[in-house]
T-cell receptor, first 110, second 113 residues
Framework: EAQVTQNPRYLITVTGKKLTVTCSQN?????MSWYRQDPGLGLRQIYY???????DKGDVPEGYKVSRKEKRNFPLILESPSPNQTSLYFC?????????FGPGTRLLVL | GDSVTQMEGPVTLSEEAFLTINCTYT??????LFWYVQYPGEGLQLLLK?????DKGSNKGFEATYRKETTSFHLEKGSVQVSDSAVYFC????????????FGRGTSLIVHP
């Protein structure tokens, strides 16, 4: 089954404790991206990647890092999380403009 | 820059009512236009899309027509069901491969039996 998977689905952490949210797709898509969804603000893109070792900032990259060492994986790294990064995060891969989203990771930073 | 404006929700309807969710956009050239749906507790999934002017996208009884002259892509359904309750996002991707799609803020639809 073609899908995008994310782990963990739910995460509670404390300020400053480094965390990684994994993302993997099995559709061989070159393009992948990360979004955060916040009430009243809709979906905002954090980072995107056009291929292995090619990444670029989206609209809200501050406080986040990404890497793309393999085509299928695109982890999101929060090196020092802060409470304003509490949000719902989605990974997506894309083909011909159509986005395929993962199920989401709900993050709470205390 | 590109932008997408959707009507604010929530939109509350009775089952079998007619649905319209308005979406207008600002973009250079001829973007591709999309509607995504997000059911409770899930990620977004593509509902329908149109890639050129006057194209009509359709899926699951939903329709939207790409109107270049009014820069609109309104979502319609003739008879909604309780299972259509979800958040609907209008989005565009500009030609030329910017790889940064632009999403509207989403419109929540609540359908009562």
């Amino acid at each position: 089954e073609a899908q995008v998977t994310q782990n963990p689905r739910y995460l509670i952490t404390v300020t400053g404790k480094k965390l990684t949210v994994t993302c993997s797709q099995n559709m061989n898509h070159e393009y992948m991206s990360w979004y955060r969804q916040d009430p009243g603000l809709g979906l905002r893109q954090i980072y995107y990647s056009m291929n292995v070792e090619v990444t670029d900032k989206g609209d809200v990259p501050e406080g986040y890092k990404v890497s793309r060492k393999e085509k299928r994986n695109f982890p999101l790294i929060l090196e020092s999380p802060s409470p304003n990064q509490t949000s719902l995060y989605f990974c997506a891969s894309s083909l011909w403009g159509t986005q395929y989203f993962g199920p989401g990771t709900r993050l709470l930073v205390l | 820059g590109d932008s997408v404006t959707q009507m604010e929700g929530p939109v509350t309807l009775s089952e079998e009512a007619f649905l319209t969710i308005n979406c207008t956009y600002t973009a250079t050239g001829y973007p591709s236009l999309f509607w995504y749906v997000q059911y409770p507790g899930e990620g977004l999934q593509l509902l329908l899309k149109a890639t050129k002017a006057d194209d009509k996208g359709s899926n699951k009884g939903f329709e939207a027509t790409y109107r270049k002259e009014t820069t609109s892509f309104h979502l319609e359904k003739g008879s909604v069901q309780v299972s259509d309750s979800a958040v609907y996002f209008c989005a565009l991707e500009s030609p030329g491969g910017s790889y940064i799609p632009t999403f509207g803020r989403g419109t929540s639809l609540i359908v009562h039996p």
